[in-house]
């Protein structure tokens, strides 16, 4: 009986915190990776386009397109990347563990105590205490073992959103590689993709002069350099970035709502905050779909 | 200042210490990504059905050396040491603007070739020198073929 008042204890203290309520949090962690993998794309396009036309311009116009600045280029673009995207990647992907209790690590000690309650056993294998006191205490052990998670898991979640000032010179940067700074130059996104578009123009207007005496090898490769600008289109006028600029803005308004109530269940300025995230997220993925059209 | 002096002055325009936290990235070099590029498109106009296949070749690979420089000042991002002679920006335009009084008036498709690929040169020197000699002798170096091409064609 004194288990048993202890134990009602300890479910009446429970009932009365409530649970936390993570979907917020997991939430944002989704359309952090959604958002990320966008990113990463990208910054992969540039690096590996820059070979590609070189590529073309070797095969078309016999040129040694130097390939040694398409490698400065990959390793800018790669260190930049690890600096910021990746960064961002294994934040969104730490909240999400976070948020979804299956992927945290349980307390070692807990999980102990809930082992030594199912192994009180006798010599002949028979549990040594009483059946429903065993399954009582593996109850109570789930239950604190869930509530010192929980605690665990919140602390942790805003150990990360405490972050949130270091978070948003990492995006920052990111957002100045695919938009530009406030004083209005060119994002070096698109200045180099300006450059590979210039290098395809070469070669096009190179099939040109050559097109009387070579003509069907000048036709089928301005109809695939063509292609290959139009791939360019989208990116090297601007609105790619424009959106992925947008998107990132949308992300840092997100997790600062979220940092100030991650847990608070109904929460009606986040629910708005989340719903313009996911919009801007999806909106990139649609301009950065037809681009590829 | 002179203009005439201007490829020279490039080179032995005091070079300046550089101070801790002082670079030199792709994102201030905006004029000189433009002029390469604008090199490059110009030279696309010289792409005719008579232009023969040699000259063509040659003007592909000019414009090909200029767009890959190009992308080298993008991807650029050297940190000066403190106390070291820093290249500055205005090194690299005034430079610039040389070459392009020399190359506007220039009408021969050898010398015009040969100016470009000699102001290409003397970026690539300019941004991976460790001496402050190299630097100046790139400079002079890049006055001489210009005012050469100038007088040729």
């Given at each position: 009986?004194?288990?048993?008042?202890?134990?009602?204890?300890?479910?009446?203290?429970?009932?009365?915190?409530?649970?936390?309520?993570f979907a917020a949090v997991k939430?944002?962690?989704?359309?952090?990776?959604?958002?990320?993998?966008?990113?990463?794309?990208?910054?992969?396009?540039?690096?590996?386009?820059?070979?590609?036309?070189?590529?073309?311009?070797?095969?078309?116009?016999?040129?040694?397109?130097?390939?040694?600045?398409?490698?400065?280029?990959?390793?800018?673009?790669?260190?930049?990347?690890?600096?910021?995207?990746?960064?961002?990647?294994?934040?969104?992907?730490?909240?999400?563990?976070?948020?979804?209790?299956?992927?945290?690590?349980?307390?070692?000690?807990?999980?102990?105590?809930?082992?030594?309650?199912?192994?009180?056993?006798?010599?002949?294998?028979?549990?040594?205490?009483?059946?429903?006191?065993?399954?009582?205490?593996?109850?109570?052990?789930?239950?604190?073992?869930?509530?010192?998670?929980?605690?665990?898991?919140?602390?942790?979640?805003?150990?990360?959103?405490?972050?949130?000032?270091?978070?948003?010179?990492?995006?920052?940067?990111?957002?100045?590689?695919?938009?530009?700074?406030?004083?209005?130059?060119?994002?070096?996104?698109?200045?180099?993709?300006?450059?590979?578009?210039?290098?395809?123009?070469?070669?096009?207007?190179?099939?040109?002069?050559?097109?009387?005496?070579?003509?069907?090898?000048?036709?089928?490769?301005?109809?695939?350099?063509?292609?290959?600008r139009q791939l360019l289109k989208?990116?090297?006028?601007?609105?790619?970035?424009?959106?992925?600029?947008?998107?990132?803005?949308?992300?840092?308004?997100?997790?600062?709502?979220?940092?100030?109530?991650?847990?608070?269940?109904?929460?009606?300025?986040?629910?708005?905050?989340?719903?313009?995230?996911?919009?801007?997220?999806?909106?990139?993925?649609?301009?950065?779909?037809?681009?590829?059209? | 200042?002179?203009?005439?002096?201007?490829?020279?002055?490039?080179?032995?325009?005091?070079?300046?210490?550089?101070?801790?936290?002082?670079?030199?990235?792709?994102?201030?070099?905006?004029?000189?990504?433009?002029?390469?590029?604008?090199?490059?498109?110009?030279?696309?106009?010289?792409?005719?059905?008579?232009?023969?296949?040699?000259?063509?070749?040659?003007?592909?690979?000019?414009?090909?050396?200029?767009?890959?420089?190009?992308?080298?000042?993008?991807?650029?991002?050297?940190?000066?040491?403190?106390?070291?002679?820093?290249?500055?920006?205005?090194?690299?335009?005034?430079?610039?603007?040389?070459?392009?009084?020399?190359?506007?008036?220039?009408?021969?498709?050898?010398?015009?070739?040969?100016?470009?690929?000699?102001?290409?040169?003397?970026?690539?020197?300019?941004?991976?020198?460790?001496?402050?000699?190299?630097?100046?002798?790139?400079?002079?170096?890049?006055?001489?073929?210009?005012?050469?091409?100038?007088?040729?064609?």
């Open positions: 009986m004194r288990y048993w008042s202890r134990f009602s204890l300890i479910l009446l203290l429970v009932s009365l915190t409530g649970c936390a309520n939430g944002f962690s989704e359309e952090t990776g959604k958002l990320t993998s966008a990113t990463a794309d990208e910054f992969r396009f540039v690096s590996t386009h820059c070979l590609e036309v070189a590529k073309v311009r070797w095969i078309v116009e016999g040129v040694d397109s130097k390939g040694g600045n398409c490698e400065k280029l990959a390793g800018a673009v790669g260190e930049l990347t690890s600096n910021t995207n990746e960064v961002l990647v294994i934040y969104g992907q730490r909240l999400g563990a976070l948020a979804d209790a299956k992927q945290f690590d349980f307390g070692e000690n807990l999980q102990k105590t809930k082992a030594s309650f199912i192994g009180l056993k006798d010599r002949e294998g028979k549990p040594k205490v009483d059946t429903a006191v065993v399954n009582a205490g593996i109850a109570i052990t789930d239950l604190l073992l869930k509530l010192a998670t929980e605690t665990q898991r919140r602390e942790a979640v805003g150990q990360l959103l405490a972050e949130k000032e270091s978070i948003r010179v990492l995006a920052g940067f990111m957002k100045v590689f695919f938009v530009g700074d406030s004083s209005g130059t060119q994002p070096l996104y698109q200045l180099q993709l300006k450059e590979d578009d210039g290098s395809l123009k070469d070669v096009i207007d190179s099939l040109g002069a050559l097109s009387s005496r070579e003509p069907i090898r000048a036709r089928e490769w301005t109809d695939d350099v063509k292609a290959r989208k990116r090297v006028d601007g609105s790619v970035g424009r959106h992925l600029g947008d998107a990132i803005d949308a992300w840092m308004a997100s997790l600062d709502k979220l940092s100030s109530k991650a847990f608070e269940p109904d929460w009606k300025e986040w629910k708005e905050q989340y719903e313009a995230l996911k919009s801007r997220v999806n909106e990139v993925k649609k301009a950065i779909d037809s681009a590829r059209k | 200042m002179n203009k005439e002096l201007k490829a020279t002055a490039a080179a032995d325009r005091t070079l300046n210490s550089a101070k801790t936290g002082d670079a030199l990235t792709g994102a201030e070099l905006h004029k000189a990504i433009y002029w390469l590029n604008a090199q490059a498109d110009a030279l696309n106009n010289e792409k005719t059905a008579n232009t023969s296949i040699e000259d063509l070749k040659a003007i592909s690979q000019q414009q090909s050396d200029l767009r890959a420089q190009a992308t080298g000042l993008i991807a650029l991002n050297i940190q000066w040491l403190a106390g070291q002679a820093k290249v500055e920006v205005e090194h690299i335009n005034d430079a610039l603007d040389y070459a392009k009084g020399v190359i506007d008036k220039v009408t021969i498709l050898k010398q015009r070739l040969d100016s470009i690929a000699a102001v290409v040169t003397f970026l690539g020197v300019l941004l991976t020198a460790t001496k402050i000699g190299d630097i100046i002798a790139a400079g002079n170096k890049l006055k001489g073929d210009l005012d050469s091409a100038s007088k040729k064609g």
